[in-house]
């Protein structure tokens, strides 16, 4: 799988994108992470492998526990592909607009 589509599959899941949020503000355990989205601790470890296999998230073993942080910038490339799409939509959108007013002004 191409590292864009991990990348929107991580995304794709409302509890993964959730634990982005968490570790956008601090590193966490997965102790942490589990207790506000109800889940068991295997049940986080399976979301937080899918992150880390989309490069999202980073994990590492400190003492018992293990700590999750953001991952290396992965999101920038699933930015970068959503804007070249918006960009080529407003090019779209803007000749249409150009479109209808030509038509107007020819009716008139």
């Known amino acids: 799988m ?3 589509d991990r990348t929107f599959f991580a995304l794709s ?3 993964r994108r959730g634990i982005l949020e968490l570790l956008a503000a601090h590193p966490a355990t997965i102790g942490e992470l589990a207790q506000p989205f109800g889940l068991t601790l295997n049940g986080v470890k399976k979301h937080v492998r899918v992150l880390e ?3 999202l998230v980073v994990s590492e073993k400190v003492g ?3 700590e ?3 991952g ?3 999101l920038q490339d699933a930015a970068r592909w959503i804007e070249e799409y918006r960009n080529a939509w407003q090019a779209r959108l803007d000749r249409f607009g150009t479109y209808v007013e ?3 002004a020819q009716r008139r």
């Open 13 to 15: 899941d409302p509890t």
């Open 72 to 74: 290396p910038a992965q």
């Open 64 to 66: 018992r526990a293990r």
């Open 53 to 55: 296999d989309a490069e």
């Open 68 to 70: 999750c942080r953001l």
């Open 102 to 104: 030509q038509t107007n």
């Open 2 to 4: 191409r590292t864009l």
